[in-house]
T-cell receptor, first 109, second 113 residues
Framework: SQQGEEDPQALSIQEGENATMNCSYKTSINNLQWYRQNSGRGLVHLILIRSNEREKHSGRLRVTLDTSKKSSSLLITASRAADTASYFCATDNDYKLSFGAGTTVTVRA | KAGVTQTPRYLIKTRGQQVTLSCSPISGHRSVSWYQQTPGQGLQFLFEYFSETQRNKGNFPGRFSGRQFSNSRSEMNVSTLELGDSALYLC????????????FGPGTRLTVL
């Protein structure tokens, strides 16, 4: 069973626009991570936010975490064609990651 | 530093056969995890090894097994393959210092006919 759910399931935006996706999870966490996957390949770690943090930035990425609502959001600013991918949130517990179903982002040129 | 490598990258098997997949972690990483990814079930945790010991196991039947060697390389085995085992199998490694962050390999695409 999956720990989290992403919303929306799919997102199509124009190059240069921002993309926002949300993740909700069920149990208490130590941290929440976001990963990217390009077309059925391996996952790439994007950013990790700890439970005592509310916001974190990495380049064009901004992640927020609201532990009271058990939710997180990932914002990609000024999107590029190379950002076309599936994005997954993941929570870790007992040496394993539990992933959400993912948001598929398509960036149109 | 070389990334996580997985072999083979693609595999076609028939029902009833068994298969062994291999994973070489990033040099210095001692934790190796395996995940199964399917369109229907998404990404699901199979098992995690650290210093040759399995620390956690996902909810998969006993046909799925794994092991880790003293050099941290890991293998997973699936016996008596079923059509539903067709999936992308991903291996990930992590270091003690960055225990929360997992670095994934490109995966092995297994097709069971």
């Amino acid at each position: 069973s999956q720990q989290g759910e992403e919303d929306p399931q799919a997102l199509s935006i124009q190059e240069g626009e921002n993309a926002t996706m949300n993740c909700s999870y069920k149990t208490s966490i130590n941290n929440l991570q976001w990963y990217r996957q390009n077309s059925g390949r391996g996952l790439v770690h994007l950013i990790l936010i700890r439970s005592n943090e509310r916001e974190k930035h990495s380049g064009r990425l901004r992640v927020t975490l609201d532990t009271s609502k058990k939710s997180s959001s990932l914002l990609i600013t000024a999107s590029r064609a190379a950002d076309t991918a599936s994005y997954f949130c993941a929570t870790d517990n007992d040496y394993k990651l539990s992933f959400g179903a993912g948001t598929t982002v398509t960036v149109r040129a | 530093k070389a990334g996580v490598t997985q072999t083979p990258r693609y595999l076609i098997k028939t029902r009833g056969q068994q298969v062994t997949l291999s994973c070489s972690p990033i040099s210095g990483h001692r934790s190796v995890s395996w995940y199964q990814q399917t369109p229907g079930q998404g990404l699901q945790f199979l098992f995690e090894y650290f210093s040759e010991t399995q620390r956690n196991k996902g909810n998969f039947p006993g046909r799925f097994s794994g092991r880790q060697f003293s050099n941290s390389r890991s293998e997973m085995n699936v016996s008596t393959l079923e059509l539903g085992d067709s999936a992308l199998y991903l291996c990930a490694s992590s270091s003690f210092r960055e225990a929360d962050t997992q670095y994934f390999g490109p995966g092995t695409r297994l097709t069971v006919l």
